[in-house]
């Protein structure tokens, strides 16, 4: 692992505010709210990802740790939608509707349906090599 604790940055990202970025992103799995966490700009933390290896190993990282909340969210919105709600200029409801994603749905069923070890009907065994 790189020294990060050698001279300040000019640009904030300092080894205190990188892991509580990257703690935050393990935490929530949402990049708005770790940049919202450490007070940083989306630019800022997208240059540094793109100019250090480290970091953009230690982000990546820290998405695949924040895997299980995204499933359990996209499972979420498969099963019960997206509740969207309509008000006018004085913020009264005017209706309020739920949306499911069919595709997310189908993908989600993929997903758990791999991990369960279960083929579709007419679905041919892969005989190519798994990473």
């Known amino acids: 692992m790189p020294d990060l604790t050698s001279k300040p940055r000019h640009d904030g990202w300092t080894p205190d505010v990188r892991a509580a970025f990257l ?3 393990r935490d929530t799995g949402k990049i708005v709210a770790a940049l919202a966490a450490v007070r940083r700009a989306r630019s800022g933390a997208y240059a ?3 100019r250090d290896p480290a970091f953009r190993a230690e982000w990546d990282q820290a998405l695949l740790d924040a895997r299980p909340l995204i499933d359990d969210l996209l499972l979420s919105r ?3 939608g997206t509740r969207t709600v309509i008000v006018d200029a004085e913020g009264r409801v005017l209706r309020t509707f739920c949306e499911t994603d069919t595709r997310l749905m189908q993908r989600m ?3 758990l349906e791999h991990l369960a070890g279960v ?3 007419g679905q041919r065994e892969s005989r ?4």
């Open 23 to 25: 703690e935050a992103l």
């Open 48 to 50: 540094l990802r793109n």
């Open 78 to 80: 498969a099963l019960s």
């Open 109 to 111: 069923l993929s997903r």
């Open 119 to 121: 083929r579709r009907v």
């Open 128 to 131: 190519g090599r798994r990473a």
